[in-house]
């Protein structure tokens, strides 16, 4: 074949092979996620003057320190901080794949090659060069790709932080919420036992029926039976907030003796306007929109393979040679050859894998587009529960005052021989069950603050912080 030939054939093949190629994917910032533009549910007028340090606003002594050790402690959080590392790595040898590659090479050798010639020492030292030049793109596309991966990893790190110290916060409340139910329950197991010997008394007597006596002891022993109940689930609590900051247990049970009961409290803030926000404020988003970014790199790297590659080779040395016949000293050098390679058949191969590439990043697409939606879910499951439990508050504190005072009322009549066991047990009831609803609904609005400021991206998601820059068109 002539040249005119070769070069024909070279030209069609390359020509060949950019026709094939499908259109570029699209980055994350160019993909339509589907963000509604205002917020459905009510959201809260009041703003938090700090977001990062919101966790300081619980004015809870305990839960910034359990906050710490559960971070300091994490297997998960030290795994993804692996990863990170693992990604990092990557990235410089995807830009180092870029750059040409030098080794120094040396060698000494001594040899008779004949029996007419004297021996000789060989000896040479030099450097040897090699280049992929990057015609194509497909090594810069590798590089972006691992800088892509190298942000989502730092992204999943900050995600995973955000997200233990939300759990860390929730268990907490759950924790101070359940020892306020013990001492209800005490206090009703308490009050349970006192109608109990009362009763008994006025039973040995001939004032009371046995019946009575009987259904008083029964109650009691109810009582009795929920008080370990609850105090069983806050040991529960207890020994998984001793798994979450691998503290030693007596000595988290010794520091939490501090504000027993007491739930506590979150500072409230108010979320950006424009859920389109959450794009650059949700670390866990801007993974996934990272991603993406690596999977269009991907993708533009294996159809820059299925072209022509162009690499370039060289060396310079230094030789010495010393015989019998003489010494020789002196420097050899190359440069080249300047190597075309053209893909002409690999039964699919390229082909495939350029295919693999696009199916990844459409799965990423698809996997960023599902985490947007479910994260603009949060937001408002968050808020809808915040705005129930603003609407219940004031009409549970009046239930539980107005029953309290109904049972104050019907135990002095019961004392004084004008209500019977019944009326009692079932004031004592009602206000409990009162009692226990409030302290449900304190830790169901404290949970619910907590799953906002995680929802938002746990500490970027205050109105009063600068507005992003829009991330999609």
């Not at 910032?29 to 205002?38: F, I």
């Not at 280049?131 to 590089?143: C, H, M, N, T, V």
Request: hydrophobic share 50%; proline share 4%.
């Amino acid at each position: 074949m002539n040249p005119t030939s070769s070069a024909a054939v070279a030209l069609a093949v390359l020509l060949g092979g950019c026709a094939a190629m499908g259109p570029a994917p699209l980055a994350a910032a160019s993909v339509d996620a589907g963000v509604p533009l205002a917020w459905q549910a009510a959201v809260p007028t009041a703003v938090s003057t700090a977001s990062e340090g919101w966790w300081s606003h619980f004015q809870d002594p305990h839960l910034l320190a359990l906050i710490e050790a559960a971070q300091t402690a994490s297997p998960t959080l030290a795994a993804v901080a692996a990863r990170l590392e693992q990604a990092r790595a990557a990235q410089v040898a995807a830009g180092a794949g870029l750059l040409p590659q030098i080794d120094g090479v040396a060698s000494l050798a001594r040899a008779r090659p004949d029996l007419t010639t004297p021996a000789a020492s060989v000896g040479s030292g030099g450097v040897q060069a090699a280049w992929e030049i990057d015609l194509f793109g497909a090594g810069r596309a590798s590089r972006d790709g691992a800088a892509a991966r190298l942000a989502a990893s730092a992204a999943a790190l900050q995600a995973a932080r955000v997200a233990l110290a939300a759990e860390v916060g929730t268990l907490y409340t759950a924790l101070r919420a359940c020892e306020a139910q013990v001492q209800q329950a005490a206090i009703d197991a308490g009050s349970r036992q006192e109608t109990a010997r009362v009763t008994d008394a006025g039973a040995r007597a001939g004032f009371i029926a046995p019946a009575t006596a009987a259904l008083a002891r029964a109650s009691a022993a109810q009582a009795r039976a929920q008080l370990t109940v609850q105090r069983a689930q806050c040991d529960s609590q207890h020994k998984a907030m001793v798994a979450l900051t691998a503290l030693d247990e007596p000595d988290l049970r010794a520091r939490l003796a501090d504000g027993r009961a007491r739930l506590p409290e979150a500072a409230a803030f108010a979320p950006q306007s424009v859920p389109a926000a959450l794009l650059t404020q949700r670390a866990d988003l801007q993974e996934a929109a990272r991603q993406v970014d690596a999977a269009a790199s991907d993708e533009r790297a294996a159809q820059a393979r299925r072209l022509p590659r162009v690499s370039l080779s060289g060396s310079i040395s230094a030789l010495a040679v010393r015989s019998g016949a003489g010494n020789l000293d002196g420097t050899t050098w190359s440069l080249g050859p300047l190597q075309v390679s053209i893909p002409i058949f690999d039964a699919g191969t390229r082909q495939a894998q350029a295919e693999a590439a696009r199916a990844v990043y459409d799965e990423a697409v698809a996997a960023y587009r599902g985490r947007v939606r479910l994260a603009v879910r949060e937001v408002e499951d968050a808020l809808v529960a915040l705005q129930s439990t603003a609407d219940r508050q004031a009409d549970a504190r009046i239930a539980a005052d107005g029953f309290e005072a109904s049972f104050r009322a019907t135990e002095a009549r019961f004392k004084g021989g004008l209500a019977s066991v019944f009326e009692l047990e079932d004031a004592r009831r009602t206000a409990v069950g009162a009692q226990s609803a409030l302290i449900e609904l304190q830790r169901e609005r404290t949970t619910a603050w907590i799953n906002l400021y995680r929802a938002l991206g746990g500490g970027l998601a205050i109105a009063d912080a600068a507005p992003p820059r829009a991330a999609i068109r």
